[in-house]
């Protein structure tokens, strides 16, 4: 922080372009030129960053289209390979029902029309009339390579004739017809073999009807390395156009919000009826009353700041992208009032509304980090000015003056004015004024006006900072150990947050002039929630307590402050641990209680390691939700997440039911068909628990639920060593719940008896990368799988490898979570690449499929899909990798989440 020292060629100073030293036109055209030269420089860093992104889009193109002719050029040489190997099996076949026929070289055989080989006449002996000239034997076309990987068959064959195909793709062999015999000569030499009206014989017959047997194999996506077969009686189906689904999905709850960033991100709305803030790329008014949510799906890309008019009911949100656009909806009926764009890029960092409600600034996440004010009725960008080469983390209007506002970000502070220079609004940035050089390390992430020359900041070293217009009149150290996360002021109240969990509250007029520590009042908000813990009259209320108390601490992220000391001061809080609470300030200071939980999600912070909250306040910790699985029998869902635990949610409340510790992160889960059990598929590594290891494989636990969605108890009951040692990405119980297989990145499946107290009784071999998703058949005698190169295989329930998947094309599939197969072919399209998709899932009754993929987006097909790129129905509002898609055991809701670390629950509402 210090004032910026003017350049070598700044010859006046700016104080007499104030004054009206230097004429009005010459400013007013220092300005003009300004302004254009600002405008021509982020127009030709937008085309420069639109040329980039075209050059990489083409690239990827070209890379593809590589991949796709390397595949392309693979199938072909194993078409022409099984093309050999179909004739070769054809013709030992014919050898088998045609009797061995003599040679047709008569020079080789001394055989002569009319003759015997004896020399007797026609007539003496029986004579076998030898083929046409024109069916001399024809070379193969087929050129035989040692260079296959297949292995041949045990079984003698005769020379040059290749063993039969395991994987690749079936071509279909056609005998034609016609008034003149067709000549046919086989791979490997051999017996011709002749079809046509005249001269047929029973061979040709039997040739004909074993060709008819034969299926194509397909291969789609072009980068899939094994075959799949549609099952008999579906080859028809193969490319048929698929319908739209007859149903649609409607996103009726989201768990969890976000916690990045450093703006204040959540408000009171609607007069303090409804709470706005957003999660992924949704905007959100939770009403306090029935706690049910209205959703703004205004964006395209994810959310990252918000402002409340003074009025509380519009709400702006800004968004991520080249071209980031604000969006200003209504609380009440959620429409879009004003749509800004075409002016910031990268981000929309920060912004804030003037007192009147009539000017909205924001700030952009560019170089400069532009500032802008608009009139956003009326679409108008007033002014603009170029902020700081630092980041700027927030921005506010002074309440009593709307013409004045502070911006704070890294090592600075600005001061803004809103000015009138010849006719023409523009605003000018000044920078806040210190001598105090430790100062010039900190990041300022938050302030607020006390007074209309007051105006207090807040460090990410715990520091408050009081300022009379740019010149710093006090510094008050360690109000918040790990940093200062909000401050918030009522004109007769000051409120600070921090990292610590704590808020700490100033009244009176003296007490805010000075902010000092000991004037302060302290609430523990991780106190407060063992108090409602320790105060609960029921079992139930006990538990929810219990479970929602996952920390020692509970870190502030941001808060907003409602009416006053006459009526009572709400306090409104969003915590990093992904709970929104409201806090009764009278009830908090004078009892220790008047704390109430609105909403929940998974933590954004390790449940065991908030140290590190306090020793650097700029980490950002991983809120990645990685698996989602419903109960067989009653409305409950159990998520996965980075913060290492086991959540489970009843889906019709929209509430948390019960949180358990894992010992490492978790990757994947199921339940068992009885809902008694929940296996967990654990990632290998350092466990935030002690910091002790974590060996991966798959944890098992008993849990004891209700209809009513609540889990009473989930305890561990066995660790599956066996399957330890790497990533477990996938597991699945079998229909009948006896057997139990687990797969990741020891690319193999174990598969665990359970009835024998988890003993593994098999583990399957052929895969070369780690396997990411498999299922069982309905009757538990096979698990298809699929691995990252990819490949879609099939293996017993033994573990023995189906070589030929022709024999099991129509199996039933208790589940289809594959994102290879027959009976998906239709969510791929060819500018996808293996990652594209990232989870599958069928509904209970079939008819329906759901993916979610890379590009955030939920995808809802009929099903199956044999068509490639089928139609289908796209939702967006996930801003992060969709990582795990899940429908409801009654098939009426349908749950998604992803990276973004939100849980969404969808509605299915059938037409």
């Not at 690749?168 to 002749?194: D, E, F, M, Q, W």
């Not at 999905?249 to 009826?273: F, K, P, Q, T």
């Not at 999600?601 to 698996?627: Q, Y």
Request: glycine share 8%; aromatic share 6%; net charge positive.
């Amino acid at each position: 922080i210090g004032v910026e020292p003017p350049t070598e060629r700044s010859t006046t100073p700016v104080s007499n372009l104030v004054n009206g030293s230097i004429p009005a036109e010459v400013y007013s055209l220092f300005e003009n030129l300004n302004g254009e030269l600002l405008r021509q420089k982020m127009a030709f860093e937008t085309e420069l960053k639109r040329t980039k992104d075209t050059l990489t889009v083409r690239i990827s193109k070209l890379e593809l289209e590589l991949e796709q002719r390397d595949a392309d050029c693979k199938s072909l040489q194993n078409s022409v390979t099984i093309l050999g190997r179909s004739v070769d099996s054809i013709t030992e076949a014919i050898e088998r029902v045609v009797p061995a026929l003599p040679s047709t070289s008569p020079a080789r055989t001394g055989v002569a029309r009319g003759r015997s080989p004896g020399g007797s006449q026609r007539g003496a002996s029986p004579v076998v009339r030898p083929a046409s000239p024109k069916a001399k034997r024809v070379p193969s076309p087929v050129k035989r390579s040692n260079s296959h990987d297949t292995k041949r068959s045990n079984t003698p064959t005769r020379k040059n004739s290749l063993s039969p195909i395991t994987e690749a793709p079936y071509s279909r062999l056609k005998i034609s017809s016609g008034n003149k015999p067709h000549h046919h000569a086989t791979a490997g030499g051999g017996i011709p073999v002749i079809s046509g009206k005249r001269g047929q014989s029973k061979g040709a017959t039997a040739v004909r009807e074993m060709s008819a047997d034969y299926v194509a194999g397909i291969r789609y996506p072009p980068f899939l390395q094994s075959s799949v077969f549609p099952p008999q009686g579906l080859e028809h189906m193969q490319g048929t156009p698929s319908k739209l689904p007859n149903a649609k999905l409607d996103l009726s709850h989201i768990y969890g919000c976000s916690v990045s960033g450093y703006d204040e991100n959540i408000a009171y709305a609607d007069s303090g009826r409804q709470v706005a803030y957003y999660a992924a790329g949704v905007g959100i008014a939770l009403n306090m009353s029935t706690r049910r949510q209205s959703f703004s799906f205004h964006h395209t890309a994810e959310i990252t700041c918000m402002a409340v008019h003074p009025g509380g009911n519009i709400v702006a949100t800004g968004q991520k992208g080249d071209n980031p656009s604000i969006t200003l909806w209504d609380v009440k009926s959620m429409m879009c009032r004003a749509n800004l764009k075409d002016f910031h890029s990268v981000e929309i960092s920060c912004m804030a509304f003037s007192p009147d409600g009539s000017i909205l600034t924001s700030v952009g996440g560019d170089a400069d980090h532009c500032v802008a004010a608009y009139r956003w009725e009326s679409n108008e960008l007033i002014a603009h000015n170029k902020l700081s080469t630092e980041s700027i983390y927030n921005i506010a209007f002074n309440p009593y003056n709307s013409k004045t506002m502070m911006a704070v970000g890294r090592h600075v502070v600005k001061y803004i004015e809103i000015a009138t220079v010849a006719s023409r609004l523009t605003l000018k940035v000044r920078s806040g004024i210190t001598r105090d050089v430790s100062l010039n390390h900190q990041r300022i992430v938050c302030g607020a006006y006390i007074d209309q020359y007051l105006w207090v900041t807040g460090t990410d070293s715990g520091n408050l900072i009081l300022w009379r217009n740019e010149k710093i009149v006090n510094k008050i150290d360690d109000v918040h150990v790990g940093g200062v996360s909000s401050i918030r002021s009522t004109g007769v109240t000051v409120l600070s947050s921090g990292r610590d969990g704590n808020i700490r509250v100033w009244q009176g007029p003296e007490n805010i002039r000075e902010l000092s520590k000991s004037a302060s009042t302290v609430i523990d908000i991780s106190t407060l929630l063992k108090n409602v813990m320790g105060k609960s009259k029921t079992e139930t209320a006990m538990e929810e307590a219990l479970r929602l108390v996952t920390t020692s601490k509970a870190p502030v992220r941001s808060m907003d402050v409602k009416g006053g000391w006459s009526e009572g001061i709400k306090v409104l809080c969003l915590l990093f641990s992904n709970q929104i609470v409201e806090i009764d300030l009278t009830e908090a200071m004078n009892q220790g209680t008047g704390i109430t939980i609105l909403s929940q999600g998974h933590s954004s912070l390790p449940t065991s390691s908030l140290k590190v909250m306090e020793e650097a306040a700029d980490v950002r910790f991983e809120n990645s939700i990685s698996c989602v699985s419903v109960h067989p029998k009653f409305p409950i869902a159990a998520t996965v997440a980075s913060d290492q635990t086991l959540r489970f949610w009843d889906i019709m409340s929209n509430e948390l039911s019960q949180v358990t510790q894992l010992p490492g992160r978790g990757l994947s889960l199921d339940f068992s068909p009885d809902g008694t059990t929940l296996a967990v598929g654990l990632e290998a590594g350092l466990s935030h628990k002690g910091g002790k290891p974590c060996k991966g494989g798959a944890a098992v636990y008993q849990i004891s639920a209700n209809q009513h969605g609540a889990v009473r108890s989930c305890k561990l009951a066995t660790v599956l060593t066996d399957s330890e040692g790497d990533n477990c990405y996938c597991v699945k119980f079998d229909p009948a719940g006896q057997r139990l297989a687990v797969a990741g990145g020891m690319c193999r499946v174990d598969i665990f008896d359970i009835t024998k107290g988890y003993k593994r009784v098999a583990h399957t071999k052929g895969h070369n990368s780690e396997i990411t998703r498999l299922d069982w058949s309905s009757d538990g005698s096979h698990i298809q799988t699929d691995d990252q190169t990819p490949e879609h295989l099939y293996f017993t329930r033994d573990g023995v490898r189906v070589t030929r998947p022709i024999q099991i094309r129509s199996q039933v599939w208790s589940k289809w979570t594959c994102a290879f197969g027959w009976h998906v072919q239709g969510i791929w399209d060819d500018s996808m690449n293996r990652q594209s998709i990232t989870s599958v899932d069928r509904n209970g009754e079939g008819d329906l499929c759901v993916s979610g993929d890379a590009n955030h987006n939920v995808n809802l097909y009929s099903f199956p899909i044999p068509m490639q790129q089928a139609s289908h129905k796209k939702y967006r509002g996930h801003a992060a990798e969709v990582t795990s898609v899940c429908f409801s055991p009654t098939d009426s809701s349908m749950l998604s989440v992803a990276t973004d670390g939100c849980m969404f629950q969808w509605c299915v509402l059938r037409k």
